[in-house]
C-alpha cells in the first residue's frame, strides 16, 4: 500500500477536475502553461534521453542543458496532413491535423539537468531500480467493432488516475507497451459517454487518448515507448513518428503516403541499459499478423532479421527484458471458455530461427494488447512473459480461466509451470530490482490498491495469486 498522504493525493488526482492541476504538483495545468501542451523525456537507442516539447507557439523552445542554453530542434512543422487509407473506411476517416510543432533536443551523455523554462526533466540513474509498466491507455472509440467507450467518465476511462497513482510511486523508468490512441471514429450521435470526443489520429485525439490524461506520468520519469497496432502507419501512425519514436523523422518513414508504408512499418530494435548488467531491448511488432505469417511475406523478412538483431543485442548485457506490444507467451480468452495462444505472426516466423520462439539470452518479456494483466513461467527455457494492456482501454469481456486447462499452452512445446492473470479492473505494474537478476513485480489497481505480487528470477517467474496448471501427475 502507499502511504496515507500519497493515496489522499491520488484519488484527489482521480476525478476529471483535479487531475491536471493538483497532480501535476506546483505546476501548471498543460492548457493554462504558454504555447506548451506537452514535455517528456524518450529513450532512444543505448539508452539516450531525447528531450521533447509540442507545443503551440510559433518556434521551438530553448533548452537548458547542465547550466548551458540551446535553441531546441524543430522535428515536425505544423501541418494537416492528406488523407490516406486507413482501417477505417473513407467516411469514417479524416485528415489528421496536428497544428503543434514538435521540437526536441538530444540531451549528451553524462548530462545532470536539464530544464525547459524553468521545468525540471528527469533523466535515467546509472542504476535503474524502479520501473512502471502501462500498456493500451486509449479510450476506444471503433465503429467497426461497435465501441464506444465512455471517455468523459473518469470511472470508466480512467488511465488519467492510473497515470497519477504510477507517478506517485516515483519510478525511475516508465515502459508503456503500446497503444495509445484508440479514439479512431466518432463518438455515435445520441451517447452521453463519449459526446464531443476528439476522434481521428491527429492532435486533438492524441492529446485526449494520451499526452493530457498522462501528464503526471510524464513528467515523472523517462519513458521506453513501445510501438503498438494502433500506431501501424494504416492507424495512428503520423502521430507515432512525428511525436513519439526517439529516432529521426524521415520522409518515406513517416506513414504520410501509404505506397511507403513497407518502411513506415518497421524499425530496427534497439537497447536502453538498465545497469548492474541489465538492459531492455525494445522492438516493433506494430504490423504483425495474428495468424502464421506465410513464406515470402515481407514480414517474414522483417521479423527474421529483427529476430538476429535483438540476438546480437542481448549479447551486450547480462539480463536482458524485451519489451514490444504482441505477446509470444501469454493467452487471451475466447467466448466459449476458449484460450487463444501468443501471437502466431510472430512465432511462425521466430520459430524457425528456435524452438523455444525467443532468442536464447531473453529473460523476461513485456507485451499489452491483451487487455488484462497476465503472468506466465515455463518449465523449458522460454522467457516470463508479463502483459499489462489494462490501464486505460475498454477491458476484455471475457476472463481468463481460473485454472489453466490441461495440455494449454501459449507457444508450442511451452509449458507453462506458474500463471497468473487479473481481469478486476485498470491499473499498472511495477518492478523492483531485488538483485543481479531478481525483480519484485507487483499489480496495482486503480485505486493505487496492490492485488498482486510476484518474484522473478532469471527467466522464472511465480505470483502470490496464481492460477495453477493443473497436476499431471
Known sequence: MFPM???RRSLLCASATAMLGACAGNRAPIEDRPGHDSMFIVLGEGGTPVARVITRAAVCPDIRIDGADFTMNLRARADTLPLRATKSAPED???SAFPVLTCEKVVP???KNVMIEGNMLPLLPATVNRIVVIGDTGCRIKKADNAAQACNDAAKYPFAAVAAHAAAWKPDLVVHVGDYLYRENACPEGNPGCAGSPWGYGWDAWRADFFRPGESLLRAAPWVMVRGNHESCARGGQGWWRL???RPLLPGRDCVVAANDDNGDYSDPYA???????QIIVFDSS???GGAIKPGDLREIKYADMYRKIDLLSQQASYNIAADHHPIFGFAAKAGGKLAPGNGGLQSVWGQQN???APPRIDMMLSGHVHVWEQASFAGRQPSQFIAGFSGTQEDTVPLPEQLPQGESPAPGAIVEHFSSWVG????MTMERRGKDRWDVKVWNVAGQQVNACRVEGRKSVCDKAQVPPDKS
Open 5 to 7: 498522504h500519497i493515496l
Open 93 to 95: 476517416s479524416k485528415p
Open 109 to 111: 551523455p553524462g548530462s
Open 244 to 246: 513519439m519514436d526517439p
Open 272 to 278: 536502453v541499459p538498465l545497469g548492474s548488467g541489465a
Open 287 to 289: 504490423n504483425t499478423s
Open 355 to 357: 524452438p523455444d520462439f
Open 425 to 428: 479492473g485498470f491499473g499498472f
